[in-house]
């Protein structure tokens, strides 16, 4: 189990949120747990000099490129970048330092798949350069992939069968437990072993880590097999629950 760090950009600012909050529709009820005094470049150093590849920048909304730029070029070829890529912009996000880009509502939306969508995007930049982001919210005992800023609901569960198909098309899955994203009140335990037993490709997960125990459920159910991102709860950004360092050394 890797650790893989993040770098999430609101406004321009690195930041945490709950993810579940963030409604484009309904700013007011935006929950936000910490807002940083550091730059993205200085996130990013950290990260390269800890030799923690496979990280990911998000752009949380507009107003957050220069921003992203920042980060890149502290650590070319060290990060993943995602928020708003399509096949028309990801090249251009590879060549300023992004590893590969991640892509969400470009592919999922209106309650299904663009299969059209997705092979343009591998034509255009890869499946190799490519990470797609299943993130989702439990409905009855099933996890639906959602978009729109986790606020819709598609009609794609992550099944085995769907997990098998969609790796034909990417070379990694991000999936955030978006219910529990920016809480650290535990893992979404189900889902953790769902992708340990069925995921054919590398996997990050990131929801509701905490504590040390955590990460241990995570490393046992996921099989070792399933990555790690842990945001608000970790003194870097805000938190009390969790040293950076700590989560450093437990994952090497």
């Not at 590849?53 to 992203?68: Q, R, V």
């Not at 098309?169 to 340990?196: N, P, T, W």
């Amino acid at each position: 189990m890797k650790f893989r760090p993040c770098i999430d950009l609101h406004e321009g600012l690195v930041k945490q949120i709950v993810g579940s909050t963030l409604d484009d529709d309904h700013p007011e009820k935006l929950t936000t747990n910490f807002v940083s005094e550091k730059t993205p470049d200085w996130y990013a150093a950290l990260y390269r000099d800890d030799e923690l590849t496979g990280g990911h920048i998000i752009k949380l909304g507009s107003g957050n490129d220069e921003a992203a730029r920042q980060a890149l070029e502290a650590w070319p070829g060290g990060m993943q970048i995602g928020g708003g890529i399509n096949s028309k912009n990801g090249g251009l996000w590879l060549d300023r330092g992004a590893s590969h880009i991640i892509v969400t509502s470009y592919v999922f939306s209106g309650g299904t798949v663009h299969m059209g969508r997705i092979k343009e995007l591998v034509a255009a930049v890869g499946r190799k350069n490519i990470v797609l982001d299943l993130s989702c919210r439990r409905k009855d005992d099933e996890y639906y992939i959602v978009t729109d800023r986790w606020q819709k609901f598609t009609d794609v569960i992550i099944t085995e069968q769907v997990l098998h198909n969609l790796a034909q098309y990417c070379d990694e899955f991000l999936i955030h437990a978006a219910d529990i994203e920016g809480k650290s009140q535990g893992i979404e335990l189900e889902l953790v072993k769902r992708l340990g037993r069925w995921s054919p490709i590398p996997t990050t997960y990131a929801g509701g880590v905490g504590s040390m125990h955590d990460l241990e459920l995570l490393k046992k159910h996921g099989q070792d097999r399933i990555d790690v991102t842990v945001g608000s709860s970790l003194d870097i950004f805000g938190g009390d629950k969790l040293k950076y360092r700590d989560v450093v050394s437990f994952c090497q």
